[in-house]
């Protein structure tokens, strides 16, 4: 088991939906790469020298900003150019870097999915580790089958951080994670289901999985901008009764 590979994600469409709004769009992707496995906490161990009590557990309680370190840090490592760069805890990508990186959300849905249109690739039981196993605990990466991309564990086990801001609207600075965790029931172990939290926030069923890929461009790839980020951020809609307004 190499840990460390990578699977080349041919282009293609995803479609994302967003409940809250009752919204859909539909992102056009260009190749890229993403890790077959969850990184773990031997991957961190090896590339921080931080202590590793289950080698081949996912690398999870992990913040978005950790996350985010990892990706550079394991960039430097392979010696590659890292994505990401900081002023204080303002974390900018680098588009056309090809260091690792998270996967945006569209990048992460696409690639979960691996062509199919269910709630999930298959049955449960034998791809994910959910609420149904009684397990405490995230679990040994690549136990369940993968999809037809050959990634295991896209759905339960440990959500996976994202690039993507959850909804600048409602939450500012909140960042997606997805995929639903050990301790999740069936309805959140969907490919469509978004959550997300504060880029300091951390849980233990919350972990990543690498990306790479650069692109031709400026502050905008394969499905995220920042210019949209601060459109979605400026709207200003009524919120329900009970929902968290911007800065609380």
């Known amino acids: 088991m190499d840990l460390w590979e990578m699977r080349s994600i041919p282009g293609g469409t995803v479609t994302l939906h967003d409940a809250r709004r009752e919204e859909h769009r539909s992102v056009r992707l260009e190749p890229f790469e993403i890790g077959v496995y969850l990184v773990t906490e031997e991957q961190f161990a090896e590339v921080l020298g931080v202590p590793s009590q289950h080698p081949r557990r996912p690398a999870a309680d992990l913040s978005w900003l950790r996350a985010i370190r990892f990706c550079n840090a394991a960039s430097e490592w392979e010696g590659l150019d890292p994505a990401y760069s900081f002023d204080g805890e303002e974390v900018t990508w680098h588009v056309d870097s090809d260091g690792f990186r998270l996967p945006t959300e569209a990048e992460w849905e696409f690639a979960c999915r691996a062509g199919s249109t269910a709630p999930q690739y298959g049955p449960l039981p034998d791809i994910a580790w959910t609420a149904l196993d009684g397990v405490r605990t995230p679990q040994d990466v690549g136990g369940r089958m993968p999809n037809l991309h050959g990634l295991f564990d896209t759905l339960g086990n440990v959500w996976e951080w994202c690039w ?85």
């Open 164 to 248: 993507d801001l959850l909804d600048p609207e409602r939450y500012d600075e909140y960042r997606v994670f997805r995929g639903g965790g050990f301790a999740d029931d069936a309805w959140s172990v969907r490919a469509s289901v978004r959550r997300g939290g504060a880029p300091r926030m951390h849980h233990d069923d919350v972990g990543m999985r690498l990306a790479r890929g650069g692109f031709d461009a400026v502050d905008a790839a394969q499905g995220w901008s920042a210019r949209a980020d601060l459109e979605r951020g400026a709207r200003g809609s009524v919120r329900p009764l009970g929902w968290t307004p911007r800065g609380r």
